[in-house]
């Protein structure tokens, strides 16, 4: 799966890495500690090695804090305990030393040692192999040479060790660094059995592969496809682990090609997961979601369109594109619900919860973003079309935008319909006429200075009310309450004095 902005052509890369001053004086320490365990008894020499994602990111000339250090002939929690005394003897300030137990759930394939060296946190595990059962994804792990400890990792890119001892790189798989040069996404293994050991490597695979702009062998996209692939996907991993490789996607350089990806490697379905009782003869127009995301990556390359959209807006940061991306990949769950206790439940808000274990708020905020969709693109219309700018009816919409947890968000319910509606038109000229409506419509906003409508509170309380109208509490205040609201917008400025006048007038019997 070729990508245009592989490695190919790009400077040859360095196998010197350069260790910053702190780092030196963390693998000091280290290498001291393994040359005094080396020496106890008739102990096998304790080889030291930093692996995975740090040697990696160094050799792309790249800052990395992840230092993991895999060990030869000793246990992590062990090596980290000597750690811990050999500094209290240099007279080192020592932090507690953490036991991480085996969790495979949480990326814990092995017993880990975590510490803290000269003020960076630092992981101690011992190099192992794994052998996986039929119907779990959890290993039983056992002590490993290096090269099993490579083998059985994710992608090639992530197997590369850096020797303590030799001050060298080591690639046992014998890929790792070409397929680094080349810009370049393979398993070490076979990709078939890469992923029944652990199907969450289909995911990490399309993760690096859209953080680095890096093409996929095609070998891996064959046997995603597999339905024995598919079913270990399904059936053996954990939702959290789906949610965190999708979150860091979505926080990612290139949550677009990411989301292509998963639809490309047909697993859609199996992120987006929708309730058992979800009807799957329903159509869902995937597609939807990889054209709203290509229209979200042209606006936030064009800072001025989020200007005239959403003036409100201080600026759009990394989290508010994050939960727009992530309202792309739901979108084609909208409007459908299902039935949950007798209540009905958007689809969208079932899938953020529970097929990918992220958290309320973000269930929150993108439910209300999508809901909106439908009222947005109304009113925008109408706006457009007849040139009536009523303010209580925007001011209403705002409101009742903001009240669904989006709060100083409501902008991104506009910047998201906006999306939607040039993704769902056929018009090549379509992102030009709808800008002009958009900003027709945010101008109308601003105009009748109602960006903090969201904010608009009751100018009289249900006490208030019962006080005034000499009546007792009853459902009635509610409807109350909403005729006040709706005058409150017709009345900008108008005071509690005022809005006890008006409802003598208008409600007492």
Known sequence: MANPNTRAGKSPISTFIKLSSNEEQICDVVLSVATRLSKEGDRVPV?????????????LEKESYDLDFALDNVSGFEFATAVGEYMEKEGIEVRHIGKIEQNPDKSKHLE???????????????????????????????????????????????SLFYNLHTRSIEDFTGKGLEDLENGYIRTPLAPQQTFLDDPLRVLRVIRFASRFGYDIDPEILYAAAQPEIKNAFKNKLSKERVGIEL???????????????????????LVFEPPASFDQ????????????????????????VITKLAPSLPALNNLHKRLLYLCSALTPYHPHTYMEKKKEIPVVRYIVMNSMKLCTHDADVSSGII?????????VNYVNETGVKVRKDIGLL????????LSDLWP???????????????????????????????????????????????????KDICRILNIKPSPIIGTINQALIEWQFENPGATKEMAETWILSTHSE
């Open 371 to 379: 809901s909106s969709l439908d009222p947005i693109i109304k009113m």
């Open 47 to 59: 080889i030291v090695r930093i692996a995975g994602g740090w040697v990696r990111d160094k050799l």
């Open 112 to 158: 880990t040692a975590t510490t803290i060296v000269f003020g960076q946190e630092v992981d101690f595990v011992n190099l192992r192999t794994e052998v996986y059962h039929e119907h779990s994804r959890i290993p039983v792990a056992e002590f490993g040479t290096p090269q099993q400890d490579a083998e059985r990792r994710d992608i090639t890119i992530n």
């Open 281 to 304: 003869e329903i159509v869902i127009e995937e597609d939807l979601s990889i054209q709203i995301a290509e229209v979200l990556s042209r606006i936030f390359d064009s800072p001025e």
């Open 412 to 462: 991104l319910a506009l910047i998201h319909a906006f999306a939607f509606e040039i993704a769902q038109s056929t018009d090549s000229n379509s992102f030009e006429l709808l800008s002009s409506k958009y900003e027709t419509f945010a101008s109308a906003v601003t105009e009748l200075n109602l960006a903090d409508a969201h904010k608009e509170k009751y100018l009289l309380s249900g």
């Open 398 to 405: 705002i409101r009742e935008i903001g009240l669904k947890f």
């Open 247 to 269: 979150d860091k996607m979505l926080s990612g350089n290139d949550p677009l090609r990411a989301l292509k990806l998963i639809s490309e490697f047909g697993y859609y379905r």
